[in-house]
């Protein structure tokens, strides 16, 4: 039986231990962890105690519950979602992590055919671009690419981004109403592995995002992610209707 440590909750003292094997890389992803009943016996605890320090760590991203087979250690690579827009800065601060980034471009420019086609505008129009690196812990995971419709916020290069992303500004000043997203997967120019701080071989993953707001084109953004560092993932609720046929899929 592990000894009790003073001044610690005995479910504090099991994710503690649980955290600390997984950390070292003793309890490797898809190890299954000892279950509630060997937990409680090997900390002296209830069930019910050993139940809740799993289930916190399940809920922090650290461990995955499979009905019927057990718990396991998760993939900690952090997963975006592909079906919203969400502030890159909360999700990391949601992992308990810290939020850091480096702001490399803010500028006006002339567009560029290409820009001028994704944001509805003529070629040469003026548009805003920004070129920021976001970091978790301090290590880069996102490299965000983003061109501004000048009509949609005036004051976009005014902005401190060091202190509130793109996404959070352009939330308050620009409403989403629309959003359109095309996922690809890319090798990072010398720039981009640069910034990102990986290889020049190691495989990104590409978001091409436009969003609208006030019934024009509000924004084009490229995100680029390592993919050792990162995953995309979403959920639809599916929705039952009272005559829908079972499915044979």
């Known amino acids: ?44 605890v209830s069930r019910m105690t050993a139940r809740r320090a799993l289930l916190d760590l399940a809920q922090e991203g650290w461990l995955v519950r499979s009905q019927g087979l057990g718990t396991f250690v998760a993939d900690r690579k952090p997963v975006m979602s592909m079906l919203e827009v969400r502030n890159i800065a909360d999700e990391i601060a949601e992992r308990g992590h810290s939020y850091g980034c480096r702001v490399m471009k803010l500028e ?97 993953l590409q978001i091409n995002r436009r969003t609208w707001s006030a019934g024009r084109v509000a924004t084009y953004a490229r995100l680029v992610h390592p993919g050792s560092r990162y995953r995309l993932g979403g959920q639809l609720p599916v929705v039952h209707t009272p005559h829908a046929k079972r499915s044979t899929r």
């Open 108 to 204: 006006a420019l002339r567009a560029s055919e290409t820009i001028a086609m994704y944001l509805g505008l003529m070629p040469e129009a003026r548009v805003f671009h920004s070129t920021i690196v976001h970091m978790d812990n301090g290590v880069p995971v996102q490299l965000e690419d983003r061109f501004v419709n000048p009509a949609v916020a005036p004051k976009y290069l005014q902005h401190d981004f060091s202190r509130e992303t793109p996404n959070a500004y352009l939330s308050r000043v620009a409403p989403l109403e629309a959003i359109e997203h095309v996922i690809e997967a890319v090798s990072p120019t010398t720039a981009m592995a640069r910034a990102l701080q990986v290889d020049a071989s190691a495989p990104c």
């Open 1 to 44: 039986m592990v000894e009790p440590v003073p001044h610690i909750a005995p479910y504090a003292r099991i994710k503690r231990h649980v955290m600390a094997r997984i950390e070292s890389g003793e309890w490797q992803i898809a190890t299954r962890v000892p279950s509630e009943n060997q937990l409680a016996a090997e900390f002296g």
